[in-house]
């Protein structure tokens, strides 16, 4: 599992209109390629009267899937920009199409490459790009008595409080990385004087918009 990645924040869309044709991008997380390519057929068929439902992904830890497509276009000039904007915004498990109306008026080859590329790069920008860091969740078991004290200095920390549960003892959740356990662990001890119980959790992803 990576430490840490980018990708898109979530599905989403954003239209722009160039030289009388319409650009629509799509956007959307895909983990493995099935996932990808049933994205790409739903807007195709969404827009099955558009001229052109031209799509690329990356997918994969090291990018090891990469596709692009120009769907009639001539070649190289929208699939291939649209997955040079996915590999320059460093992004990973994403898969973008974008639709085109054809407005009445030709681009011509470098005219399209920026028409495709501006629509990827104001449609990542629209719906948003998140950075996936690999985290650990420690449990904090304390005496309420604690509480405030130590809500206030996570609050203040670099720390990020994933959840509080209010039972016999108040237990937090917080999200740390891997490297700073130790750290976090003996922070946590000095602050209430070693009558906190700190447990680690599972292995997940903190999501943080960029």
């Known amino acids: 599992m990576l430490s840490h990645y980018y990708t898109v924040k979530e599905y989403g869309e954003h239209e722009i209109t160039i030289q009388k044709s319409r650009f629509i991008c799509y956007a959307k997380r895909a983990e493995r390629e099935e996932d990808a390519q049933a994205f790409i057929q739903e807007i195709k068929k969404k827009h099955h009267n558009a001229n052109h439902n031209c799509s690329a992904y990356l997918i994969g830890e090291h990018d090891s899937i990469q596709k692009a497509n120009d769907d009639g276009e001539p070649s190289g000039t929208a699939g291939v920009p649209m997955l040079e904007v996915l590999k320059k915004r460093k992004l990973k498990d994403t898969v973008v199409v974008v639709t085109r109306y054809f407005g009445g008026i030709k681009l011509g080859a470098g005219g399209l490459i920026r028409a495709y590329g501006k629509s990827v790069s104001e ?3 629209a719906i948003g790009i998140v950075e996936r860091t690999l985290m650990r969740v420690m449990h904090i078991k304390i005496e309420y008595t604690w509480l405030g004290k130590i809500e ?21 959740q917080v999200y740390v990385e891997e490297g700073q356990k130790g750290e976090f662990s003996e922070w946590m001890t000095e602050l209430t004087n070693g009558k906190s119980t700190v447990a680690e959790g599972e292995v997940t992803y903190l999501e943080q918009p960029i």
């Open 123 to 125: 449609g990542l920008d």
């Open 152 to 172: 206030n200095e996570l609050r203040s920390s670099i720390y990020t409080i994933k959840d509080i549960s209010y039972v016999e003892d108040v237990e937090f």
